[in-house]
């Protein structure tokens, strides 16, 4: 076989078998053991700041016009407090 520069654009295409399909599993916990980690980490990390700032909201809507994405959008899911809503529930769920 003969060499080749590295910038021949002339010369024979080497071909690459096509990888496999990975799929992270994130090592060999079962799905509900990562949930059950997921859950007790945000726990964990929930701090009485941010529980005070969960708890106090009182919908008013004023840090609408603060979010960037609501402002070019103007979609209301948007709007800050819908996007932390499931973050709210978690907290309420599991701190009683």
């Not at 080497?14 to 509900?32: C, F």
């Not at 007790?40 to 004023?62: K, M």
Request: some cysteine; glycine content about 4%.
């Amino acid at each position: 076989m003969t060499e080749l520069h590295p910038l021949e654009t002339q010369g024979p295409r080497l071909t690459v078998a096509k990888p496999e399909r990975r799929i992270d599993r994130q090592g060999e916990m079962t799905d509900e053991e990562r949930l059950r980690r997921a859950v007790t980490s945000f726990v964990r990390d929930t701090y009485a700041d941010t529980a005070v700032w969960l708890e106090s909201c009182v919908h008013c809507g004023q840090c609408a016009e603060a979010c960037h994405f609501y402002v070019q959008t103007q979609n209301p899911r948007y709007i800050p407090i819908h996007k932390l809503e499931l973050f709210r529930r978690a907290y309420r769920r599991e701190m009683g």
